[in-house]
């Protein structure tokens, strides 16, 4: 197979999919692979370590997807992308294809065959973990006085104490974030609506945290005394309503932070809206919003790391062994498929752009097969099927 590392070109990212190390690993699977010029230099991977590892430098984007069978980045695609597509490529990035309609409309119209790399990950992606620790780091640093916060220290000195900080999902992303604001000192309180993770955190922590069943009123009930919270919630997209509105924002000091690591739209955070690195802060109703919604492109080096070496397994699967069979084998490769020669395959996109769909297991003929299982990415489910 002919594969291709891609450079991404949305505003503030610096990460590559894959390094060096990833890539002499595919070429000694047998491949041919490209790599975009520059693809992975701002995470600090130079094009010469990838020609050493076995790739050709190819100069743009456009001949990168007519040379390439397989095309990869950490990013979805973008608009300036749409012409790009054709029948029959395979691509595997972050699509998000449940929030982006017209992204979806291009990829079923170009028929080409997508994989959505954030239901991919058997173990939870890399990125969550990032976006999780760095996003507590830029939480505390909109916290100073000079970014607009109320000049609080995370652990408190000698005769003031620290902060208390509220932390809404104890997933990958809230966990990570926790992992960071308990070793430096602050008293957290971590939400969530599955009380078996609050208790298995209270336990990991020797008690030293609070947990709260998350509610929209519990939330009310603590936000007085809160001087950050995180949002580290997957809010469902069909939802209208909010856990946070801009009133009860206002029950919190001035000065105090909201890091919406999150950052879904709609989302959990009435207040909200998308920031990039160059201008990541902005107040609302007194409170000093962090909203980049590209936390994990600010430690770009070690993300890229992280994520190729999660990233390596199921793209040699499905290039070593076809998508089928790769399909077949992973049950988290097959619930990431998101489009397939023009075809819906993607059940949330469905559930949420009201779209017909037909399960990727059916569209590939392998619904008799002893299938590798995975759960649901999300909880939204669809009947709007496509029958063959």
């Known amino acids: 197979m002919v594969f ?58 456009a001949e990168m997807f007519a040379k390439c069978d397989f095309v990869a980045k950490v990013k979805e695609i973008a608009e300036e992308e749409y012409p790009l597509l054709r029948e029959g490529l395979m691509l595997y990035c972050c699509v998000h294809p449940a929030g982006h309609p017209e992204e979806v409309q291009a990829l079923l119209d170009s028929k080409v065959i997508a994989i959505t ?47 208390n900080v509220v932390i809404l999902g104890g997933g990958t992303v809230g966990q990570a974030a926790l992992s960071v604001l308990y070793a430096l000192g602050a008293n957290v309180t971590v939400m969530d609506i599955n009380v078996g993770i609050l208790r298995t955190l209270e336990y990991q922590y020797q008690g030293h945290i609070n947990t709260m069943y998350c509610t929209k009123e519990a939330i009310a ?55 990039h690195h160059d201008n990541p802060r902005y107040v609302d109703s007194g409170v000093v919003h962090y909203c980049v919604s590209n936390i994990p492109g600010a430690v770009a080096h070690d993300t890229s790391v992280a994520l190729a070496a999660e990233t390596l397994p199921m793209l040699l699967n499905i290039m070593n062994n076809g998508l089928k069979e790769a399909c077949v084998s992973d049950g988290y490769i097959r619930r990431s498929l998101t489009t397939y020669n023009g075809y819906l395959t993607h059940e949330e996109t469905s559930g ?27 909880t939204t489910k669809s009947n709007n099927f496509i029958k063959l």
């Not at 595919?26 to 010469?48: Q, S, T």
């Not at 999780?132 to 003031?160: C, R």
Request: hydrophobic content about 35%; proline content about 6%; glycine content about 12%.
């Open 4 to 61: 291709g590392l891609l450079k991404d070109i949305k505003e503030g990212e610096y990460r590559v999919l894959l390094t060096p190390l990833e890539i002499a690993s595919i070429v000694g699977a047998g491949h041919e692979v490209y790599c975009e010029k520059d693809c992975g230099k701002l995470a600090g991977f130079p094009d010469e370590a990838y020609v050493k590892a076995g790739a050709k430098i190819l100069d743009s984007h």
């Open 117 to 163: 790399a954030e239901d991919s990950h058997r173990y939870g992606s890399p990125n969550c973990e990032a976006a999780g620790k760095q996003g507590a780091l830029f939480g505390l640093e909109s916290m100073l006085t000079i970014n607009g916060g109320k000049g609080k220290f995370v652990g408190g000195f000698a005769g003031a104490p620290g902060m």
């Open 352 to 378: 949420i752009q009201d779209r017909p769909w037909i399960r990727p297991e059916d569209i590939l003929g392998i619904a008799d097969r002893n299938l590798d299982y995975a759960p649901a990415p999300t």
């Open 221 to 275: 009930s603590i936000l007085p005394s809160t001087d950050m919270i995180l949002n580290c919630v997957r809010w469902p997209k069909q939802r209208k309503d909010f856990l946070i509105t801009r009133e009860m924002l206002r029950t919190m000091e001035p000065g105090s932070v909201l890091v919406d690591i999150s950052n879904d739209d709609p989302g959990a955070i009435e207040s909200s809206h998308e920031t």
